[in-house]
C-alpha cells in the first residue's frame, strides 16, 4: 500500500451537491446519514502521525427525492492551528510530558478534533471525541455553530467517553466522564440537552482505563472497565514523554471489572471480573430475567425503574480485538503499510449475573473477523438477533472489503461484496412502522426490515459510492456515486428528522 493510498488520503475538496443515483431507493427512506471521521492528515507545515488525529470533517447524505451530499470540515481549533502550521499533540501525535497533559487536561481547553461520531442533544447537533468539549453544527450546511461544554454543578471530568449511549425510551443521552485526581472517578450522567446533566453515579477507581465506549440497558450502565490504565500519580513524574495514550500501560493482573451502576439509585450492584481482555466499541445490552427471558423497558412514564427492575443478569455484547496493540497499528506509517489489527475484532457475549455472587460467562457469537459492529435502533437496550459490521480476515492487511450480517442466535452470517471495493462501517436504519417514523418498536421478528447504509471506496475508480442494502437479504438495492474519495472515517448516526 503507497504511502498516499487512498482511504489514509487528505480530501481537501468541500462540495453540496445532487448525487446521481442506479437502482431504486426505497419510497419510506427520509432522513440524514451524517458521518464524522478524517478529513485531512496532511496540511501546510505538519501532518499527524496517527488515524485518530485526521482532522474531523463531516459528510451528509440526505434522503428524499434522492440523494443530497455534502461534506465540511469541523471549524475547530484544531483544524485552525493545522491551517496555521501550529498543530502540536493530539490522541497519538505530538509529544509533551505527562504533567504538561494533566496541565492541559485542567487549566486549558480541551482537545477539540471532534472526529469520532455525530449525536443529537435534545434539538442540537454536536460532534464528539474523547474530550468534553463538544463541537455544535448546523445539519443542513454542517457549518460549525461553536463549542459547548457543561458547567454546571453535577460533576464532571477531563476525559469523555466518545459514545454516548441513547435510551430509545425516553430519549436520553447517557454517558460517563473521567476526573483525574488522587482519587479519580468515572461520573455517569443523564441529559436531555447539552448543558443539561443528571447526575447518575461517581466510581472511584486507583488507575482510570481507556474505554471507548460502554453498555447501557432499560435500568442499568456497565463500564468495561479493560486493564488498559494509567496511574494519574504518574502525571507528576520528570521525564515521561509522548502522546496521550502512550501513557496508558497494559496489566492484565488486574482482569476486566464489569462495573454495573443501577440508574436508579446510582449504586454500584455488582463488579465482577473477567479475564484481561480489551476491545473498543459495544454492540448492545439487554436484561434478562430469572427465568432466562429477556426483560426490560422503563415502567409506566418513563426512565429507570428504582431497585433496577426484575433483572437477574445482563447481556453484554462487545467486540474484543487481540491486544492492545491494535492502538499502535493505527499510526498512519502501519495502516498505509497495511496493518490494521484494530480492524481484527471478534463479537462476543458476557453475561453478568446480578446476585450475592456476581460473575461473568464469556462465548462467542461470530468465529469470523468483524470491526465497527451496529445494530438497529429499533433493538437498542432489548434483545437483538441481528449485527452489522465490516467484514475482515486475520491477519488484517487491508481495509475490509465486505460488510456481514450476523445472526447471534446460530452465528451464521451473510455478506455483501461490491467487487474489490472497501466497505465502512454499516447503519442499519428501519423501516417505519406503525406509525412510528423512527422506528423504534418494530417487534424482533421485523427487526431486518429496512436498509443498511455503507460508503464504498473503489481504488481503482478513485472515488466513493453510498450503497444501500436490503436489511433482509444483504443485496443492493441502489448506489449513489460521489464526485471524491471518502478517507476511511469512523462512525455515521441516521436522523430521521432531518429528511
Excluded at 461520531?117 to 453544527?137: I, K, S
Excluded at 494509567?230 to 502525571?235: C, D, E, G, L, Q
Excluded at 461490491?418 to 442499519?428: M, Q, S
Aim: aromatic content about 10%.
Amino acid at each position: 500500500m503507497a504511502d498516499d493510498a487512498l482511504g489514509f488520503h487528505s480530501l481537501t475538496d468541500e462540495v453540496d451537491t445532487e448525487l446521481p443515483v442506479e437502482g431504486a431507493l426505497p419510497e419510506w427512506l427520509s432522513g440524514t446519514l451524517i458521518r464524522n471521521g478524517p478529513g485531512a492528515f496532511d496540511f501546510d507545515g505538519g501532518a499527524v502521525d496517527h488515524w485518530f488525529d485526521g482532522l474531523a470533517m463531516l459528510h451528509a447524505f440526505t434522503f428524499g427525492d434522492g440523494v443530497r451530499y455534502r461534506n465540511r470540515f469541523l471549524g475547530t481549533d484544531a483544524y485552525e492551528a493545522a491551517e496555521a502550521g501550529a498543530f502540536q499533540a493530539g490522541f497519538a501525535t505530538g509529544g509533551t510530558s505527562l504533567l504538561g497533559r494533566l496541565r492541559q487536561l485542567l487549566f486549558e481547553e480541551p482537545y477539540d478534533n471532534t472526529n469520532v461520531v455525530a449525536e443529537r442533544v435534545g434539538d442540537r447537533y454536536l460532534a464528539l471525541t474523547e474530550t468534553p468539549r463538544w463541537v455544535e453544527f448546523e445539519p443542513g450546511s454542517l457549518a460549525t455553530v461553536g463549542h459547548v461544554r457543561y458547567d454546571g454543578d453535577a460533576p464532571s471530568g477531563q476525559l469523555a467517553c466518545a459514545h454516548m449511549q441513547r435510551d430509545p425510551e425516553t430519549d436520553a443521552l447517557v454517558n460517563f466522564e473521567v476526573e483525574f485526581g488522587l482519587s479519580s472517578r468515572y461520573h455517569v450522567y443523564e441529559m436531555t440537552a447539552p448543558t443539561e446533566r443528571d447526575h447518575v453515579a461517581s466510581i472511584a477507581t486507583d488507575s482510570p482505563a481507556y474505554m471507548h465506549s460502554f453498555a447501557l440497558t432499560p435500568n442499568y450502565v456497565v463500564l468495561t472497565e479493560f486493564p488498559f490504565v494509567v496511574n494519574p500519580m504518574t502525571f507528576l513524574r520528570p521525564g515521561r514523554q509522548g502522546p496521550f495514550i502512550e501513557n496508558f500501560e497494559w496489566e492484565p493482573e488486574r482482569g476486566t471489572r464489569f462495573v454495573v451502576v443501577d440508574r436508579g439509585s446510582g449504586e454500584v450492584v455488582a463488579e465482577p471480573r473477567a479475564e484481561p481482555f480489551f476491545g473498543f466499541h459495544h454492540v448492545n445490552a439487554y436484561e434478562v430475567g430469572a427465568g432466562g427471558d429477556p426483560v426490560g423497558g422503563q415502567p409506566e412514564g418513563g426512565g429507570p425503574s428504582e431497585g433496577g427492575g426484575d433483572a437477574a443478569e445482563l447481556v453484554v455484547d462487545l467486540e474484543t480485538v487481540p491486544s492492545t496493540d491494535a492502538i499502535e497499528s493505527l499510526y498512519l506509517e502501519d495502516l498505509r503499510g497495511g496493518t490494521l489489527e484494530a480492524l481484527a475484532g471478534r463479537p462476543e457475549r458476557f453475561r453478568v449475573t446480578l446476585d450475592d455472587d456476581p460473575s461473568v460467562e464469556r462465548r462467542e457469537l461470530y468465529d469470523a473477523g468483524t470491526a465497527l459492529p451496529t445494530v438497529s435502533p429499533a433493538r437498542w437496550c432489548r434483545e437483538y438477533r441481528y449485527l452489522y459490521a465490516q467484514g475482515t480476515e486475520r491477519p488484517v492487511t487491508e481495509w475490509p472489503r465486505s460488510v456481514v450480517k450476523v445472526d447471534v442466535e446460530t452465528g451464521e452470517a451473510d455478506a455483501f461484496r461490491d467487487g474489490g471495493a472497501h466497505l465502512g462501517e454499516p447503519i442499519f436504519v428501519p423501516r417505519p412502522g406503525d406509525g412510528v417514523r423512527d422506528g423504534r418498536h418494530p417487534p424482533p421478528e421485523t427487526e431486518d426490515d429496512g436498509v443498511v447504509l455503507t460508503v464504498a471506496l473503489d481504488r481503482d475508480a478513485g472515488r466513493s459510492a453510498l450503497l444501500v442494502l436490503d436489511g433482509e437479504t444483504m443485496t443492493e438495492r441502489a448506489r449513489a456515486p460521489l464526485p471524491h474519495a471518502v478517507p476511511f472515517d469512523f462512525h455515521g448516526r441516521f436522523f430521521p428528522e432531518l429528511g
